[in-house]
């Protein structure tokens, strides 16, 4: 993969537009390491921030917005965050002659990396008024537990009382900042919030959070810890709905959010960005 890919490889910063630039990885290699096949079991999305996003206007006078993308879950591929960003300042150079002008020929291009439809917004900075936010429910950083594993573990999950006759259901925010995994190539740490939210029987709080700090010396993408995290947390504790979002820190311009979901989520262009991003 490493020879495939601009990630862990040096690379001269484009000057000229190039939409070659953009780097599909498949996602079904890493689903059938998850035992995943047909339909899957989760719905979501992979909700990118950009914020070195500049062009030129007809005029030649630099131009800057945010974007957000939105890559559906069931896209045939992921797109790799190194290309993404070189295919973004492919554009610094090129002239559009306005902002949609220039959104659309960012849509068709993911488009057709991702092998779906790619929503895309861009934001113009001026007059941008945005509040960063702390996530909602409960922080699970303030327990006082033992930790001593730092690659994925399931085994760690447990239910909060696993052999009660009768087993009252709950309906649960829970998150953390501790989440720290590691680029499968560059073996970079990749920092997140991890925010976990269910209904069914109660998850021991303790048990999820060494779950999730297990993955401390894991190398994998982004995109394929939250399914890993999804898939285990649905098989250990079996609850009714589940939903995983990690909000990962940015990385060279860009931070990428994947949500995971048993049930689809209405509004991925709102998702929050926290004051960690």
């Not at 509040?131 to 950083?141: F, R």
């Not at 998150?175 to 499968?184: I, K, Q």
């Amino acid at each position: 993969m490493k020879g495939s890919i601009p990630l862990g490889q040096p690379s001269a910063y484009p000057t000229k537009y190039d939409a070659t630039l953009l780097a599909p990885l498949p996602r079904a290699p890493n689903r059938q390491k998850l035992g995943l096949s047909g339909a899957l079991p989760f719905c979501g999305a992979d909700i990118w921030n950009a914020y070195e996003i500049s062009w030129l206007n007809p005029a030649g006078l630099p131009q800057v917005a945010r974007g957000r993308f939105i890559v559906a879950c069931d896209s045939p591929n992921l797109i790799e965050s190194k290309s993404l960003k070189l295919y973004l300042n492919s554009l610094n150079q090129e002239v559009f002659a306005s902002r949609d002008a220039l959104r659309e020929r960012i849509a068709r291009d993911l488009s057709a990396a991702a092998g779906t439809e790619v929503t895309v917004f861009l934001q113009p900075f001026s007059g941008m008024q945005e509040l960063l936010e702390a996530p909602d429910g409960l922080c699970l950083d303030t327990l006082d537990v033992e930790c001593q594993v730092y690659q994925p573990d399931p085994s760690l999950l447990r239910l909060a009382d696993a052999s009660a006759t009768f087993t009252a259901l709950v309906d649960e925010v829970l998150y953390t900042d501790l989440f720290r995994s590691r680029c499968p190539i560059t073996g970079q740490p990749d920092w997140a919030t991890v925010t976990l939210c269910y209904q069914g029987a109660q998850i021991d709080h303790e048990s999820l959070l060494r779950y999730l700090v297990s993955y401390r010396l894991h190398d994998d993408f982004h995109e394929h810890c939250v399914e890993r995290i999804f898939c285990d947390i649905l098989e250990r504790c079996q609850p009714q709905s589940l939903s995983v979002e990690a909000n990962f820190l940015r990385r060279g311009g860009l931070d990428i959010n994947p949500v995971r979901s048993s049930s689809e989520m209405t509004n991925y262009s709102a998702l929050p960005r926290y004051n960690r991003q």
